[in-house]
């Protein structure tokens, strides 16, 4: 690979002579990296500040992607019981704001000039879904050294301009001033009528964290993040050595040294790749949360104007369609000559990062991150189901002697494990009950029971992994925009016998010799897995989830 100057991709031009970054590709389930590689820009050969080496433990800026850490942060802290909840029940001025909107004649049913604050919940501004502007004073072009009204825009009164800013020319604000000048601004929409980014919203959900932890928002960072997970190169603020920070340019002019003050939340750490894959780590491994809360965390709020993205709190959430549907829970983040990239998969508990420092990051950051998922996706997919046959694929018969029973799992290159042949007690279901169908393929449903490994031990092994059956029917020709092209969920579930459903599997585990068994619930069976099939393969969510 080229080292200086652009190069052509089929993804489009990369400028190796002026950026520097970072990608790493990693598994929920293994510590060490899948894939790394690392490009130092030439110009920072000559750089005055920060380090001229890059690797895993270089510290770039996060920019947005603090707004994931952040909502990360108020769920470890104080979990999602409050997101139906009113922000004013937390940040008493809005409730200030709120009385008056509800007792004001003037105020009173004017949603154009005034937010509802009383509706405005802490799931909203988690999601972007409570109606803010973007910004507050951060932008605004008052605050800029321009002749705006010989560029045509009218004079403004003092009262109009805001005396406080994020900028490198403003004083910063402060909780006081922030507010104050946020309950003149208007609603972009009513709150849950469709996302609009906004960073106002994550200043304001770490007000009200603070008020509900009755602590910092840094010194919980440190202490439900950092601390945790061993995160040596991770700070809320710009580090107080600059020796591992890439820093092209200079600290001004690439934004490495612009302190966001309370907005912080929406966009001011810094970290590294080594850190911020540990990160995403935790989360796929549900390490400082329940899986429950996790798989909560993990999902849409809202859609938006695109079929493919959705909204989630704050995940940006790109669907990838192939064989089948695949769904990548990302953060982005840029900030001055930064840009970050974080991307999640669920459903192979992988994940990537990318960052960039130098010219033209944004545009490097996501054709970097199209080249990863391009290529890894489909060998993880591959691979997942390398392992998914190795570990369960194979014939499974009832004990010599007993009942003439057995199942038969296939690959036939589709997602999912394909019943090929079933039997009961000599009745073949295919070709009986379930003739109807075209296919029967069996999911995992994430759900595990564990045992001891030895009573006299403590150390648990997984010796029970459910799947559920998909009864697969000729797809609809209709048209109609009603009709579903992709029942499955809606009839997950239509034969029960005997108050157990016909589509319920458990695989049996042996800690050494891997899948031994398959017991279809319905059938009150326990099958084994012929002898030469049973290879001890590690059943595990991650690589081998299908």
């Known amino acids: 690979m080229s080292t200086a100057g652009n190069i052509s991709t089929a993804y489009g031009p990369i400028d190796f002579g002026a950026t520097s970054f970072s990608i790493n590709l990693f598994s929920a389930q293994e510590d060490d990296s899948s894939f790394q590689y690392h490009h130092a820009a030439?110009?920072?050969?000559t750089a005055m500040n920060g380090t001229k080496i890059i690797d895993i433990d270089t510290v770039y800026r996060l920019g947005s992607v603090t707004k994931m850490l952040t909502v990360w942060l108020f769920l470890i802290k104080a979990g999602d019981v409050h997101f139906n909840q009113p922000i004013t029940q937390?940040?008493?001025?809005?409730?200030?704001?709120?009385?008056?909107?509800?007792?004001?004649?003037?105020?009173?049913?004017?949603?154009?000039?005034?937010?509802?604050?009383?509706?405005?919940?802490?799931?909203?501004l988690a999601s972007h879904m409570a109606g803010l502007d973007k910004e507050l004073t951060f932008a605004d072009l008052s605050d800029q050294p321009e002749p705006w009204t010989a560029l045509g825009l009218p004079p403004l009164s003092p009262a109009d301009m805001p005396n406080c800013s994020a900028t490198l020319s403003g004083s910063l604000c402060g909780r006081e001033a922030f507010l104050n000048y946020l309950v003149k601004q208007h609603p972009a929409f009513p709150t849950s009528t469709t996302p609009i980014y906004s960073n106002i919203a994550f200043q304001i959900l770490a007000y009200a964290l603070e008020n509900i932890t009755n602590s910092t928002f840094e010194s919980m960072f440190n202490d439900g993040i950092v601390q945790p997970l061993n995160l040596t190169h991770t700070t809320y603020t710009q580090p107080q050595n600059d020796s591992y920070s890439v820093i092209p340019s200079n600290p001004t002019t690439s934004w490495y040294n612009v302190n966001f003050g309370d907005e912080g939340p929406a966009g001011g750490v810094y970290s590294s790749t080594h850190?911020?894959?540990?990160?995403?780590?935790?989360?796929?491994?549900?390490?400082?949360?329940?899986?429950?809360?996790?798989?909560?965390w993990l999902k849409p709020v809202a859609h938006t104007a695109t079929t493919t993205t959705s909204v989630g709190r704050p995940w940006e959430i790109q669907r990838i369609t192939g064989t089948h549907v695949t769904d990548l829970y990302t953060k982005p983040g840029d900030v001055g000559l930064y840009a970050t990239q974080l991307v999640l998969s669920p459903d192979y508990a992988f994940g990537f990062t990318v960052m960039a420092a130098g010219q033209n990051t944004i545009p490097i950051a996501q054709l970097l991150s199209d080249m990863l998922v391009a290529r890894f996706l489909p060998a993880i997919a591959l691979t997942a189901a390398q392992q998914a046959g190795r570990a369960f694929l194979g014939t499974y018969s009832a004990p010599p002697g007993s009942i003439n029973s057995s199942i038969a799992l296939v690959d036939d290159g589709m997602p999912g494990l394909r019943i090929s042949r079933w039997i009961s007690n000599g009745t073949d279901l295919l070709a009986g009950i379930f003739a109807a169908y075209t296919g029967i393929r069996l999911y995992p449903t994430g759900a595990t029971a564990q045992s001891l490994l030895s009573p006299a031990g403590g150390t648990f092994f997984t010796d029970r992994v459910a799947y559920r059956a998909v009864y697969e029917s000729v797809p609809k020709v209709d048209n109609s925009s009603f009709a579903d092209q992709c029942n499955g969920w809606e009839d997950f579930v239509e034969e029960v016998y005997g108050g157990v459903s016909a589509n319920e599997f458990v695989f049996h585990l042996d800690a050494v010799r891997g899948v031994v068994g398959l017991e279809p619930r319905a059938l009150r069976v326990v099958l084994v897995r012929g002898v030469e099939e049973t290879v001890g393969e590690v059943v595990r969510k991650g690589w081998g989830a299908w």
């Open 42 to 45: 030439p110009t920072i050969a």
């Open 90 to 124: 937390y940040v008493p001025e809005l409730l200030t704001a709120a009385e008056s909107e509800n007792t004001n004649v003037t105020e009173t049913g004017n949603n154009v000039d005034f937010v509802r604050w009383s509706d405005v919940t802490i799931g909203e």
């Open 275 to 296: 850190d911020l894959s540990q990160m995403g780590r935790a989360i796929l491994k549900s390490a400082l949360l329940s899986s429950a809360q996790t798989r909560r």
